[in-house]
């Protein structure tokens, strides 16, 4: 199973990805949690660094990079969910060329719709527990007292505004990429995160989750 969740910044793809990966028992490939990891580590490219935090898009053959290594590690053999990747078209064709030189295939791509006055309040209230990677929202899925929590560099408004602005510029860009290739479904985003679920499942053809 090799799935590709699209959507705008704050859209819930991390969210439902944590679902599906559990359900599927595939690894979510996150190129943003990558970049995040890389940043903590003290790896990343000071330039990409930069970018990120401003909130724009970092160089397509350094995600392209990424996933060509990560797609060959042992827990990506039965599938998995990538989240974040791919996000312009040539990401889109490179991973097509990455998964035709394996004799793999994409098997679905769903696009959460979520309109953009719901996503700035979505990004600024979120906050991701640094120790289990859970995400959670301040308003609408409190974090536990214990949680360890991070608020990211690129959820504050003008960060915001600017990834929304990327997202529509280059982004949406894949879903007639996708939708030609029938491999597009989209899902309403708005709603309690487990009602988007079950539209998620039913997007895929899978009985919904108990
Ligand atoms: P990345 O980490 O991929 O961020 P993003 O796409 O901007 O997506 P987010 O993680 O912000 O949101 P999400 O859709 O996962 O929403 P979530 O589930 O957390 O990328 C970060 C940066 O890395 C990019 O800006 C870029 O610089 C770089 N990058 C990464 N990949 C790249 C690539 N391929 N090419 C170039 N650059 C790349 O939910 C958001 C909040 O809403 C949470 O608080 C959550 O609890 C809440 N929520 C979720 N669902 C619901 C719901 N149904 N109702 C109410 N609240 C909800």
């Known amino acids: 199973?090799?799935?590709?969740l699209l959507g705008a910044p704050g859209s819930?793809?991390?969210?439902?990805?944590?679902?599906?990966?559990?359900k599927y028992?595939?690894?979510?490939?996150s190129t943003g949690d990558m970049l995040r990891a890389a940043k903590k580590?003290?790896?990343?490219?000071?330039?990409?660094?930069?970018?990120?935090d401003a909130?724009?898009?970092?160089?397509?053959?350094a995600v392209i990079?990424?996933?060509?290594?990560?797609i060959d590690e042992s827990d990506a053999a039965p599938g998995f969910l990538l989240d974040g990747f791919p996000r312009t078209v040539p990401q889109a064709e490179a991973l097509g060329q990455l998964l035709a030189n394996r004799n793999r295939k994409i098997d679905r791509v769903i696009q959460l719709d979520v309109p953009r006055a719901m996503i700035e309040e979505?990004?600024?209230?979120?906050?991701?527990?640094?120790?289990?990677g859970?995400?959670?929202?301040?308003k609408y899925n409190p974090p536990p007292s214990d949680a360890e929590l991070d608020h990211r560099a690129d959820d504050q408004p003008e960060a915001v505004n600017k990834r929304l602005d990327a997202y529509e510029a280059m982004t949406a860009a894949l879903l007639p990429y996708y939708e030609k290739m029938g491999l597009l479904r989209r899902v309403e985003g708005v709603g309690k995160p487990e009602e988007v679920t079950q539209r998620v499942f039913a997007a895929l053809d899978i009985q919904a989750a108990k």
């Open 122 to 132: 979505r990004t600024i209230y979120r906050r991701t527990d640094k120790r289990s």
């Open 55 to 61: 909130g724009g898009l970092v160089p397509d053959e």
């Open 65 to 70: 990079g990424l996933i060509d290594r990560r």
């Open 134 to 138: 859970q995400i959670y929202h301040l």
């Open 25 to 29: 028992t595939i690894p979510q490939i």
């Open 12 to 22: 819930g793809k991390g969210t439902q990805a944590q679902v599906l990966c559990k």
């Open 1 to 4: 199973m090799i799935l590709i």
């Open 41 to 52: 580590a003290g790896t990343l490219d000071p330039k990409y660094l930069a970018i990120m």
